[in-house]
């Protein structure tokens, strides 16, 4: 199997996905539990009134990736990391940057930086902006410095991550990145040290996110390139595609998370360019997914879902601070996208999966997730992008005005249900 270089990395690692919301969502509902994420919206950095006048040097310049490194470390080491990190996120959401730039990615240069000024202490500004790219820097930062003995200060920490439950359950995510930097890209010992995090158990999601970040880590070792490049022959098969959440050494609480993360590897597989997969890799690399027993539905689930929160951030050039802003034609892109999978259930699971990467815990305006339902095709599969989003609002709303107006704002046939779930 053809081994990645450290360019292909920085262009698909947002592929890779930080939506553990959405992995926990499935894990909790698949396997009859039920989480609790009760947060309202917070305001953006983004949204900032701060021109940051700074950025006219960036603006419609084109610049790569590495040009961009060395332009927001620089202004995190003048103005200071969370001066940069709000900068960052207004360049993003404003369409500073060229497109296809991981700014993500970019976030976690800014959040070392970050780290490196104020330790555990900067996770007071790390909101969802960026897709939690700065929390994930804090977290592994503590543990590249500290070790192993810095795990229960960082797991308490997560707890200070603006934004409520999801900031949290995004921030114990980064701690599995962290982890398996730590091990030096041993996958197998990684995953035993995330006992640490918490109970090895799928109803744990100190747990399953840990597993998770130790996955996403492993499919590009952004950390640690050259220990990452001496690991891979050992968890990754030029035969089995489903390597390494089939082998041995995986624990069945870890397989759900592993097999989300999958998702690029499985690109790679069926022969993609991972600068640039298209709807063909798309459909091969699903029939990887088909692979898996339907018996084991938390595992073939994730697998497909997998596939739902890489879409509207592929679609959307790999910018995830505006996927927000997507419109309708790359909304409808997304569905057919995920109708390549062919097997019903897993349309529906990808599309599950990418309506919660655009509703993102009502982080998000809810404009997109309605515009996405009604993009969806199938009569069928469009009743249940609504019921879900319905769940979705009442599992991270409280606000009943914020319900109702949800409810007035989606199509009439849906209503009825909408109010008796929301607001009766």
């Known amino acids: 199997m053809k081994k990645l270089n450290y360019q292909e990395n920085k262009v698909f690692i947002l592929a890779a996905g ?3 919301v959405v992995i926990l969502l499935f894990i909790g509902i698949l396997a009859g539990g039920r989480i609790n994420f009760h947060f309202k919206p917070h305001n953006n950095l983004a949204s900032s ?6 950025l006219d040097a960036i603006r419609g310049q084109n610049q790569d990736f590495g040009q961009l490194t060395v332009f927001f470390k620089d202004l995190a080491n003048k103005k200071g990391g969370e001066y940069a990190y709000k900068a960052l996120a207004f360049a993003a959401n404003s369409n500073y940057l060229a497109p296809n730039i991981d700014t993500h990615l970019l976030g976690h240069v800014v959040g070392d930086v970050l780290f490196a000024q104020e330790g555990l202490d900067g996770i007071k500004v790390c909101t ?5 790219a700065c929390s994930h820097s804090i977290v592994v930062g503590a543990l590249l410095t500290q070790g192993l003995g810095a795990l229960p200060k960082a797991v308490e920490t997560c707890h200070l991550a603006p934004g409520g439950s999801g900031a949290y359950t995004m921030c114990v995510h980064g701690l599995g990145h962290g982890v398996l930097a730590y091990t030096n890209y041993d996958m197998k010992k990684a995953i035993q040290l995330c006992d640490k995090v918490g109970q090895p158990v799928m109803s744990s999601q100190e747990y399953a996110q840990c597993t ?5 880590e492993m499919m590009a070792g952004i950390h640690d390139p050259v220990a990452w490049a001496k690991q891979t022959p050992y968890y990754f098969s030029k035969t089995d595609p489903l390597s390494p959440c089939d082998m041995s050494f995986m624990p069945a609480a870890a397989q759900p998370m592993c097999y989300n993360y999958l998702t690029p590897h499985l690109f790679q597989m069926a022969g993609a360019d991972l600068g640039n997969p298209g709807p063909k890799d798309f459909e091969k690399a699903f029939t990887f997914c088909a692979k898996l027993p339907v018996s084991n539905r938390v595992n073939w689930d994730n697998c497909y879902g997998g596939f739902g929160k890489e879409f509207p951030v592929l679609v959307n ?3 995830v601070e505006n996927v927000q ?8 892109t997304v569905y057919s996208w995920c109708q390549l999978a062919k097997v019903s259930a897993g349309v529906t699971d990808c599309m599950n999966s990418a309506l919660s990467s655009l ?3 009502g982080e998000n305006n809810r404009d997109v997730a309605i515009r996405f339902c009604n993009a969806v095709s199938d009569a069928q599969n469009q009743s249940l992008c609504f019921t879900s989003l319905s769940g979705a609002v009442s599992y991270y709303i409280q606000d009943h005005s914020y319900r109702e107006s949800y409810c007035s704002e989606i199509p009439q046939a849906y209503q009825t249900d909408c109010r008796r779930l929301l607001l009766l």
């Open 128 to 132: 969802n902006d960026l897709r939690n």
């Open 49 to 54: 009134t701060d021109n940051y006048s700074e």
């Open 212 to 216: 998770g970040g130790v996955t996403m």
């Open 325 to 332: 802003d997507l419109d309708d034609a790359k909304l409808k």
């Open 317 to 319: 050039g790999r910018n």
């Open 359 to 361: 509703y993102w815990g």
């Open 18 to 20: 930080f939506l553990a």
